[in-house]
């Protein structure tokens, strides 16, 4: 489908909700591809639903872990699939065949994994009550620095480009890390007031721009200039472009993102299933969308480049879109639609190679007949795939998964037909070709607290989402 055409002059973001998609199972988190053509789904029961976002239909099942997915990153290409579990593991898929290429094993619990956003070696894991770790596929770990302060409740993400780590503890300081060289590049402390200061939640990117948005437990979300933070340095003091916040029902936010754009925030409510959405330039609060009164907000993820959001609550994928309406004659202003068919009455001349009529009708005008000459060889690149320092789409990327046909009634004695395919060269053919056996490291971490519970699986988390989490993870065969 042509973006260009699909682009709207007016708002460019869902004003309703526009279906769901129920992964048989109870979803816990979710994530776009690149292009957006993929959702890959996280679920309590340890499988990994990767739909096709433009059919909304089930593309792959991956039987990931045996306890419930916690977190999900794709990899640039969309080739592969990271997932982490509430059982401490976090393991690379290989989205086409759906094995697994590499777990790691640690020893306290996992709360987000990311890919490198350039590249497909590095990892960037936050354990729980931890240091953040940058892993490498070759099972290599290097544990990133943390402030004086020693705080272990932190937040962490890579920028845009992935040349830096933005770090955030509990006691509201942020540390901008060099990805290369784990050197501290930028400091800032978010302070209320004049003195107490607030625990940072979560950080999150724009794909497009130099922005980035700090979620805070004061209940207000921050969004920064990263190359202001960089220009300010160590201990610096930079201001944030824009405070977003719920004035009146003071609510805690559960997840926020950028629009694919970066012209819009979307924050998913702690309280109700409910999403705000700002303009990010002007400040102001655009929209609010309602889901399903007593249900609460999982997760929340916008759409690459178009005004989709994809919520979860309840264990279900909500969809929120605009209203398409078709309206032809922005593309022929001469269009008319008409409620019941008409006669048409043909002009003697109008489909003759030679016009005899042109002279009178048209004055003899000879440019009318200059024929056009339209290139159909050269592919014009799509501004929304592109990214801001680079000129060519990446043109490895994965956008749609093979689906074979189910066939629902077979008969009987049924067998596949093929004339070359005898009883004595059947014996001789090869057998089935064996899963490859994925890598397993150990991920060793010190002064590690023992007896940690992933928040998932704790008691109080138990109540707030309302699934059972006993009966977590599929019984072994």
């Known amino acids: ?58 593309a792959k099942i991956i039987s990931a872990h045996v306890h419930p997915v916690c977190s999900i990153s794709w990899s640039r290409n969309s ?28 020893p306290c619990p996992v709360l987000k994994v990311q890919f490198e956003p350039r590249k497909l070696e590095r990892l960037l894991v936050c354990p729980m009550k931890h240091a953040p770790i940058l892993i490498d596929t070759t099972g290599r770990h290097q544990v990133l620095p943390i402030d004086e302060d020693g705080d272990l409740n932190i937040a962490a993400s890579f ?68 190359k202001e933070v960089l220009t300010y340095g160590k201990d610096g003091e930079p201001e944030p472009i824009q405070k977003l916040q719920d004035l009146v029902n003071k609510t805690m936010w559960k997840k926020c993102c950028f629009s694919g754009d970066g012209e819009y925030i979307c924050a998913g409510s702690a309280r109700q299933h409910a999403l705000y959405i700002w303009e990010k330039s002007i400040g102001n609060l655009v929209k609010i969308l309602h889901g399903t009164k007593g249900e609460l907000l999982v997760d929340v993820a916008w759409h690459p480049v178009r005004p989709i959001i994809a919520s979860i609550s309840s264990g279900v994928v909500s969809v929120w879109a605009q209203n398409q309406v078709e309206n032809w004659s922005a593309f022929a202003p001469d269009f008319k639609e008409l409620d019941e068919n008409v006669e048409y009455e043909e ?105 940690e519970v992933h928040p998932l699986v704790s008691n109080k988390s138990k109540d707030k989402h309302g699934a059972v989490l006993k009966k977590a993870g599929r019984p072994k065969k």
């Open 1 to 58: 489908m042509n973006l260009e055409l699909l682009e709207s002059f007016g708002q460019n973001y869902p004003e309703e909700f526009d279906g769901t998609l129920d992964s048989l199972s109870i979803a816990l988190t979710c994530a776009f591809n690149k292009r957006g053509t993929l959702l890959a789904v996280g679920c309590n029961d340890g499988r990994i639903v990767v739909w096709d976002f433009l059919t909304r239909g089930i």
């Open 79 to 106: 080739y592969k699939l990271a997932s982490a579990s509430t059982d401490n593991t976090v393991c690379i898929w290989d989205v086409l065949t759906g094995e697994c290429e590499q777990k790691y094993r640690f």
């Open 159 to 226: 920028d845009r480009r992935g040349d830096y780590v933005y770090t955030g503890n509990a006691k509201g300081k942020v540390l901008v890390l060099d990805t290369r060289t784990l050197e501290v590049r930028a400091s800032f402390r978010i302070v209320l007031g004049s003195s107490s200061a607030t625990a940072v939640r979560s950080i999150e990117f724009a794909r497009r721009g130099d922005n980035f948005l700090i979620n805070t437990a004061d209940r207000v979300i921050r969004v920064y200039d990263s």
């Open 347 to 451: 002009r003697e001349s109008e489909f003759d190679i030679d016009d005899e009529d042109k002279s009178v009708a048209s004055g003899g005008d000879a440019k009318e007949d200059t024929d056009l000459e339209v290139d159909v060889c050269q592919v014009e690149k799509v501004a929304a795939f592109c990214s801001s320092d680079e000129e060519n789409e990446n043109n490895d990327c994965l956008q749609f998964l093979p689906i074979a046909p189910e066939i629902e009634d077979p008969e009987d004695n049924w067998t596949p037909t093929d004339t070359n395919i005898t009883a004595s060269n059947t014996s001789t053919m090869p057998e089935p070709a064996k899963k490859k056996k994925y890598k397993t490291y150990d991920i060793a971490l010190e002064n590690v607290a023992e007896g």
